[in-house]
């Protein structure tokens, strides 16, 4: 499986899109001032299988959106664990 992000200039993800290794990769509207990528992520591609449900991977998607952020500084673009974790809406 292959993951897609839509983020920010700072790394913060928008939009989380995962496809299939066969498919072409997906390729989300962006607005000005975002980015897209298809993202290097081994640490978190192993929890995200197309076995799992539709369900469960979305769950995960969010999870990763939550944990993670686009490090821009690096090439080809990669994910890393959010220093603070965001506060929850009230």
């Known amino acids: 499986m292959r993951i ?3 983020y920010d200039r700072r790394g913060n993800i928008e939009t989380l899109v995962a496809g299939s290794e ?4 997906p390729q989300p509207e ?4 975002q980015y897209c990528s298809e993202i290097s992520a081994p640490q978190v591609l192993e929890a995200l299988r197309e076995d799992l449900g539709d369900e469960l ?3 995960r998607l969010e999870e990763i959106m939550n944990s993670y952020r686009v490090d821009v ?3 080809p673009p990669k994910l890393v664990k959010n220093s603070v974790e965001p506060e929850a809406p009230s």
């Open 4 to 6: 897609t992000a839509v």
């Open 22 to 25: 066969d498919a072409p990769p």
């Open 30 to 33: 962006t607005k000005p001032g």
């Open 57 to 59: 991977i979305f769950r």
């Open 73 to 75: 500084g690096s090439a």
